[in-house]
């Protein structure tokens, strides 16, 4: 009900003030509304060469993977040891829980 009535007071307020204060108010508008357009315009052209090198990014060729399958085949292989190596020490830490 505060809200309400606190609500009611300013747009009173504000009214009387902008019948009271037009031409100040219009000149204030008249300075405020450039600039915000200024700043609209900066921000989207900020935003639209953003958005541009995001697309030259894509176009960009994807690039041939750098190690070979003898590579890939070693990793492989070291994977599966580090695979067994768990496996004992899962079944070494049981043992002792026994």
Do not use: H, R
Request: proline fraction near 4%; charge should be negative; avoid cysteine.
């Amino acid at each position: 009900m505060k809200t309400l009535i606190g609500g009611a007071i300013g747009a009173v307020l504000g009214i009387i003030g902008l019948s009271v204060w037009w031409k100040p108010f219009l000149q204030l508008l008249a300075g405020a509304i450039p600039v915000m357009l200024l700043l609209g315009g900066g921000l989207a052209l900020y935003l639209g060469f953003d958005e541009l090198k995001d697309t030259w990014k894509k176009d960009e060729p994807i690039s041939e993977p750098t190690f070979k399958n003898d590579e890939t085949e070693k990793y492989k292989q070291e994977i599966d040891e580090l695979k067994k190596e768990i496996e004992n020490l899962k079944s070494e830490k049981t043992e002792k829980a026994e």
